[in-house]
T-cell receptor
Framework: DTAVSQTPKYLVTQMGNDKSIKCEQN?????MYWYKQDSKKFLKIMFS???????INETVPNRFSPKSPDKAHLNLHINSLELGDSAVYFC???????????????FGEGSRLTVL | GQQLNQSPQSMFIQEGEDVSMNCTSS?????WLWYKQDPGEGPVLLIA?????ELTSNGRLTAQFGITRKDSFLNISASIPSDVGIYFC????????????????FGQGTILTVHP
């Protein structure tokens, strides 16, 4: 069983399109994240949800909208895709977001988005 | 914002050699972590450090949390071919009331190549 699974693994689309990436975790964790890894492998946090509530929203364009229907799922919808959105998007989860947070994140395999 | 400087950017070594990489920051962190990313996968936690001065081992891996809380190093002894991958340091800063929301700041990564 994959602990953190995200779909699709690869996504190739045209500029201006809207696309979604889905993420599910079966670890029973309270907190889920979206990280972006650029072509230089730099990882940067985008969003974090704790029990369906948005708790971290970095300076990400409004075209990116996360949605958490329940604490096991966190989806990412991107409107009006731009060339610069090409990257690998990683979903991750952790046991909690408060004082008990150990910093251990469990990452999915990533979704490689290519915008043409 | 916080930035981590990780070095070296890449290393090419022979199997059996020891490896050392480090991270420095302009600001302090409460937690230092080291992750490894294999090709096509998400990062996986190797070692977590929670106290300044702490030295922790995990098999052939040893990591230390710098006394100033602004740096950390990772050593790999007797490298083997499966050590190939990208190694990331990450820092976590606890907010008011001990909250952190799991927001990790990642270094740029060290690409390790091991020749048999």
């Amino acid at each position: 069983d994959t602990a953190v699974s995200q779909t699709p693994k690869y996504l190739v689309t045209q500029m201006g399109n809207d696309k979604s990436i889905k993420c599910e975790q079966n670890l029973g964790h309270d907190t889920m994240y979206w990280y972006k890894q650029d072509s230089k492998k730099f990882l940067k946090i985008m969003f974090s949800y704790n029990n369906k509530e948005l708790i971290i929203n970095e300076t990400v364009p409004n075209r990116f909208s996360p949605k958490s229907p329940d604490k096991a799922h966190l989806n990412l919808h991107i409107n009006s895709l731009e060339l610069g959105d090409s990257a690998v998007y990683f979903c991750a989860s952790s046991q909690s977001s408060g004082p008990a947070n150990t910093g251990e994140l469990f990452f999915g395999e990533g979704s490689r988005l290519t915008v043409l | 914002g916080q930035q981590l400087n990780q070095s070296p950017q890449s290393m090419f070594i022979q199997e059996g050699e020891d490896v050392s990489m480090n991270c420095t920051s302009s600001s302090i962190f409460n937690t230092w972590l080291w992750y490894k990313q294999d090709p096509g996968e998400g990062p996986v936690l190797l070692i977590a450090l929670y106290k300044a001065g702490e030295l922790t081992s995990n098999g052939r891996l040893t990591a230390q949390f710098g006394i100033t809380r602004k740096d950390s190093f990772l050593n790999i002894s007797a490298s083997i071919p499966s050590d190939v991958g990208i190694y990331f340091c990450a820092g976590q800063l606890l907010g008011a009331g001990g909250t952190s929301y799991g927001k990790l700041t990642f270094g740029q990564g060290t690409i390790l190549t091991v020749h048999p």
